[in-house]
Nanobody, 115 residues
């Protein structure tokens, strides 16, 4: 199993980014996938999840600004981030949920929101 995030960058407040998570080594379409983030010097924060059939859930802090999606043909999940704020600065991780636990994580991709 491998999860590889990409797309992190430096962006100005109000800007947009799309993060990608390429998955391999498992039957991607049946697993719920999650995004979490870790701001500098802080603990992990939950961001969003997407079920195998595309239902989604968002943390209050990103509701209305972020959209999670998935491509079950190309085995990838995406986090579309809009109206970014400095508080969104963090390392973003893609996780697989297996057996009611986060059993695999990616290496993370860094997002910096700053003018």
């Amino acid at each position: 199993v491998q999860l590889v995030e990409s797309g992190g960058d430096l962006v100005q407040p109000g800007g947009s980014l799309r993060l990608s998570c390429a998955a391999s080594g498992f039957d991607f379409s049946v697993f719920w996938m999650h995004w979490v983030r870790q701001p500098p010097g802080k603990g992990l924060e939950y961001v969003a999840l997407i079920t195998g059939d595309g239902s989604s859930y968002y943390a209050d802090s990103v509701q209305g600004r972020f959209t999670i999606s998935r491509d079950n043909i190309n085995n990838a999940t995406f986090l579309h981030m809009h109206n970014l704020k400095p508080d969104d600065t963090a390392v973003y991780y893609c996780l697989r949920e297996g057996g009611n636990a986060y059993d695999y994580w990616g290496q993370g991709t860094r997002v910096t929101v700053s003018s």
